[in-house]
């Protein structure tokens, strides 16, 4: 068996909108957008000068239905570069390119090769004796167990299955193209090229079955570097490495309170807790979450002035390093006692005790749902489009609310 090299990527997810940082800051929401194109042309560059044999990806390379073709082009562009270079592309549509999600279309380079909707394709590699076997997404949700279809494998070739699946599920990712790791093994190929999950996981090791993960990271719960993977195969034996491209992070921290802590010691804790993050940045902008939890004899003070504490908090991650943005600052703080006065008879109420018996209440849930969706629809540019259009579930939102009840309760006290 010959010795060659391939990229094994996943999820570009080209023309993703970044909804929930563009309301809060439309700046940074245009930096993570870029670094979608970036990391994609970077591993172009990893490609061609590597000089890869050929180029996998597992879906998903756009977010869904193009505006215009814009993204389209790009796309042909750095396709053309791996023409140029000599490098054929093997690519499967996922659940947000299905064939039924994207109406638009550019012609692309003859390099570029796609596998069917309708039922399980086979490219082969002649010359190095390659066999790859896939299915894309006809629709947005496939329900259906794809790989246990795939086709035998070539007898004294390299076969490879691609596939764009939940395997037996990944939370939060949708269970799509079920199947287990036996499922995968019963086809008797030598390495499984998967798609969908965002995170990077060797599934395993025999045969090797790989989720690279995305190229960029795309909101706070895909915190960490993302890329592809390199895979070398030298006389049957499979290694394998991960290439790192993404051009932007997200990150984050958390910091705990102490209840005697001024302004002052919880900033140097902020910075504390920041500066390992610094370290990972690898000259990449950070998106940081940040979280401030604990009890606190100042709670009102900072509830009562949340813009001013945030804006502190923005400056100690700056004084770490000038690349890292607050994304959102997280108050998990409670106060000492927080209690105000019944009007009808003069006599102390614990609010916090009050509001406590409302949590989890599902009249609220629902009434601040409707309210959520009422604001969504008054934002501009299609901001509130997203699953968060406004940035956070109703009940983080709701949350807000009680803290900024609290504070204002008891800055008045």
Same mark, same amino acid.
């Given at each position: 068996? +010959?010795?060659?090299?391939?990229i094994?990527?996943?999820? @570009? ?5 970044f #909804?929930?940082?563009? @309301? ?18 970077? @591993? ?6 590597? =000089?890869? /044999? ?13 505006k ?35 109406? $638009? ?9 796609? %596998?069917?909707?309708?039922?399980p394709?086979t %490219? =082969? ?6 066999a790859?076997?896939? #299915? ?23 076969n ?22 036996? /499922? ?15 995170? %990077? ?24 570097? $993302? ?22 992070? %997200? ?11 001024? !302004? *002052? ?6 910075? #504390? ?5 610094? /370290? ?5 902008l950070? *998106? ?18 949340? &813009? &001013?504490l945030?804006?502190?908090? #923005? ?30 008879n003069g006599? *102390?109420? /614990?609010?916090?005790?009050?509001? +406590? ?10 009434? *601040? ?13 299609? &901001? ?12 983080? !939102? ?6 900024? !009840?609290?504070?204002?309760?008891? $800055?008045?006290?």
């Amino acid at each position: 068996m +010959s010795s060659f090299t391939f990229i094994h990527s996943a999820d @570009l997810h080209l023309g993703s909108p970044f #909804q929930g940082l563009a @309301l809060k800051d439309a700046d940074i929401a245009a930096v993570f957008v870029e670094a979608s194109r970036k990391a994609l042309s970077r @591993l172009i560059d990893e490609a061609v000068e590597r =000089r890869v /044999d050929f180029f996998l990806i597992a879906g998903d390379v756009y977010d869904g239905d193009w505006k215009d073709n814009k993204i389209g082009l790009f796309f042909n562009r750095e396709m053309a570069r791996l023409e140029r270079a000599g490098i054929p592309v093997f690519l499967l549509r996922g659940n947000h390119d299905a064939e039924s999600v994207i109406t $638009k279309t550019i012609t692309l380079p003859a390099n570029v090769h796609e %596998f069917p909707t309708n039922r399980p394709g086979t %490219f =082969r590699l002649e010359a190095l004796r390659v066999a790859m076997h896939g #299915q894309g997404f006809a629709e947005r949700s496939a329900n259906d167990n794809l790989a246990i279809n795939y086709p035998a494998p070539e007898r004294g070739w390299f076969n490879i299955g691609v596939l764009h699946t939940s395997l037996t599920g990944r939370e939060p990712h949708a269970p799509y193209a079920p199947c287990s790791i036996e /499922d995968l093994r019963s086809r008797g190929y030598d390495y499984w090229a998967l798609g969908h999950v965002h995170e %990077f996981e060797e599934v395993s090791a025999d045969p090797l079955v790989i989720f690279p993960g995305n190229l960029q990271g795309r909101s706070i719960r895909e915190c960490g570097a $993302k890329g592809a993977v390199l895979v070398t195969v030298d006389d049957g034996r499979v290694s394998h490495e991960r290439l790192i491209v993404d051009d932007a992070r %997200f990150a984050q921290a958390r910091v705990t309170v102490g209840s005697d802590d001024d !302004l *002052a010691a919880i900033l140097h804790a902020v910075e #504390q807790a920041v500066r390992p993050v610094v /370290d990972m940045m690898d000259g990449r902008l950070i *998106a940081l979450r940040l979280a401030l939890a604990g009890e606190s004899a100042i709670h009102a003070d900072l509830m009562a002035n949340r &813009q &001013q504490l945030r804006d502190e908090v #923005q400056a100690a991650c700056h004084r770490c390093h000038e690349d890292i943005w607050l994304e959102k600052l997280e108050l998990h703080l409670e106060a000492p006692a927080a209690r105000t006065l019944d009007e009808t008879n003069g006599t *102390a109420v /614990d609010l916090a005790w009050l509001l +406590s018996g409302h949590s989890g209440d599902e009249e609220i849930a629902i009434e *601040a749902e409707k309210l959520i969706f009422g604001i969504a629809l008054r934002l501009p540019g299609g &901001q509130g489009a997203g699953e968060l259009p406004l940035g956070d579930t109703a009940e983080a !939102l709701v949350e807000e609310a009680r803290q900024l !009840l609290l504070g204002r309760a008891g $800055k008045a006290g």
